[in-house]
């Protein structure tokens, strides 16, 4: 049977979960042919007589009928769970495509694999892309965020398609090209470990309104809808105004109902690895996910709030000042936030040769996605101002920022302090901040005590070089006058 006749679909999509549902629709939405597939063929079928009446989707029984109704270089999208499945699908499709083939991983695949799968397609004459998407299922429907990488020649064959379902910002698609191998991936697993810090700081700022301050939860979602008018305006401070206002059916606030144990599905966790991998201090989002960890120990906590006493709250004062203070030390830390994942972005691009583009970056994550945020705007900015900038808070405009939210910020961390409330991202920021900006740091101590220890030798600073310190380059100290010689770069005993 001649299936080139069929071949009319501009891109074909695998797996038929919401998401892929709504990118489907998307897609149609905006002109394009799209094949359908799904294991289960009952879904394409109903898929095809409900969400899918009236629009030109078609369906396929098979995979082979599936790869034969795409135009060529045949573009197929797929959306089913991260890991082996993506490779049992992968090797199922092979046999039908010819050189030229694009396969786009839609999912939430660990960017390893995705370095891996781009290799072994490419070496069989296919291409590769690993995207990120992000925005749920709303975002699939009318416009997500997309982070493609993997395979460059790829790129001019989907550009058009992925540009025109991607959410919009000030007219640009938020979508551009990330980089090579996996560096989509990176970059959406990146994305979601800022997204974890971002939901730290606020659950911090929630536990100073309602501990610190006592208010109830009008109050602080009528502070939340407050800051999302300035420079907190944002997808996450817009829901959490929303979800501190829902009330339960018996007209009660809902959210102290809820069960106050995180749940993560790890790419907070991936996130951290990779900064401690790089050796970059992302310590934001490292103490977001341990904050998660914490939240977990439910029944330790409960029997520890009962064995361990600490200071009472009581507020006095002027209320709205500190809720000020308490806008300014959240905007702080997410400024911190995002340098620390800038760093690590930085480092990735290049020990990966991801070659990223730092400004596009900030572009994609600015519409459709769940970090979306007007703040992102000043990081394109300050990326198109200076495509080799260090790091954010060595840029004008934040640097301007974070210097003048300095003073409320260290007054809510040290208030978080004398009050017990813990706050272990807000101050985490603040540490790093101070630490950053220090030209001369308390690693001399450390230092010594490695070489008195452990013979690990130290080197000596600009300027101090003297008789016993007749070089600068690994220096040993007899600090005992038992010392020998050898140092543990030559001997460890
Ligand atoms: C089929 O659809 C289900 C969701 O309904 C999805 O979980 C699964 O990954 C899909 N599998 C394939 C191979 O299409
Ligand atoms: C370390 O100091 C002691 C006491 O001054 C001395 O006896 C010893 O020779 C020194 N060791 C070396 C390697 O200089």
């Known amino acids: 049977m001649d299936f080139f006749r069929f071949a009319s679909a501009d891109i074909g999509l695998i797996g038929l979960a919401v998401m892929g549902q709504n990118l489907i629709l998307n897609m149609n ?73 694009i396969i786009i991983d839609g999912g939430n695949s660990h960017f390893p694999d995705s370095d891996r799968r781009m290799a072994e397609l490419e070496a069989k004459g296919f291409l590769f892309v690993g995207s990120g998407v992000s925005g749920g299922e709303e975002g699939a429907r ?62 911090e700022a929630y536990a100073f309104m309602e501990h610190g ?9 009528q502070t939340l809808a407050e800051w999302n008018k300035g420079v907190l305006d944002s997808f996450l401070i817009e829901i959490t105004r929303d979800v501190l206002a829902f009330k ?142 260090d790091s954010l808070l060595l840029d004008d405009f934040f640097a301007k920022a974070i210097t003048k939210a300095q003073p409320g910020w260290r007054r809510v961390v040290s208030q978080g302090a004398l009050w017990g409330i813990a706050q272990p991202a807000t101050s985490a920021a603040l540490s790093f901040f101070d630490g950053y900006r220090t030209a001369k740091g308390s690693a001399s101590l450390i230092q010594g005590l490695r070489d008195y220890f452990g013979a690990h030798t130290f080197k000596v600073m600009p300027g101090q070089e003297n008789d016993v310190f007749k070089d600068k380059e690994d220096i040993h100290v007899n600090w005992t006058g038992r010392g020998g010689s050898v140092s543990a770069s030559t001997y460890i005993a």
């Not at 009236?54 to 769970?81: D, W, Y």
């Not at 301050?213 to 979602?221: A, C, F, I, R």
């Open 248 to 389: 339960d059916t018996d007209g009660k606030p809902i959210v102290p109902k809820i069960l106050d144990c995180a749940g993560q599905k790890g790419t907070g966790k991936w996130t951290a690895i990779s900064a401690l991998d790089f050796g970059q201090p992302v310590t934001l989002i490292g103490e977001a996910v341990f904050a998660r960890c914490l939240s977990a120990l439910k029944n330790e906590r409960e029997k520890a709030s009962l064995k361990l006493g600490g200071p009472k709250p009581n507020f006095e004062g002027d209320r709205k000042q500190f809720l000020q203070d308490l806008e300014q030390a959240l905007y702080a830390s997410k400024i911190v936030s995002y340098t620390q994942g800038y760093m690590l972005l930085r480092e990735a691009s290049k020990a990966f040769n991801y070659d990223l583009n730092f400004a596009s970056i900030a572009l994609m994550w600015r519409g459709g996605c769940i970090i979306r945020s007007v703040f992102l705007k000043d990081i394109t900015n300050a990326y198109r101002k200076n495509k080799e900038l």
């Open 142 to 203: 009318y416009g997500p965020s997309l982070m493609p990488g993997g395979s460059k020649d790829a790129w001019p064959e989907i550009k058009e398609i992925f540009q025109a379902i991607a959410a919009k910002s000030d007219g640009e698609p938020c979508c551009d090209w990330v980089g090579t191998g996996g560096a989509g991936h990176y970059v959406k697993m990146i994305h979601n470990g800022i997204e974890y810090g971002d939901m730290q700081l606020i659950a």
């Open 213 to 221: 301050l006592g208010m109830n939860y009008d109050e602080m979602s």
């Open 29 to 101: 939405d905006n002109g394009y042919t799209v094949a359908c597939f799904n294991r289960t063929v009952s879904k394409v079928d109903h898929f095809l007589e409900n969400e899918a009446k009236g629009t030109k989707v078609v369906g396929a029984h098979s995979i082979q009928e599936f790869c034969a109704m795409l135009k060529r270089p045949r573009k197929i999208v797929l959306l089913v769970k991260a890991g082996p499945a993506v490779d049992a699908l992968i090797a199922e499709i092979i046999p039908y495509l010819e050189k030229g083939d």
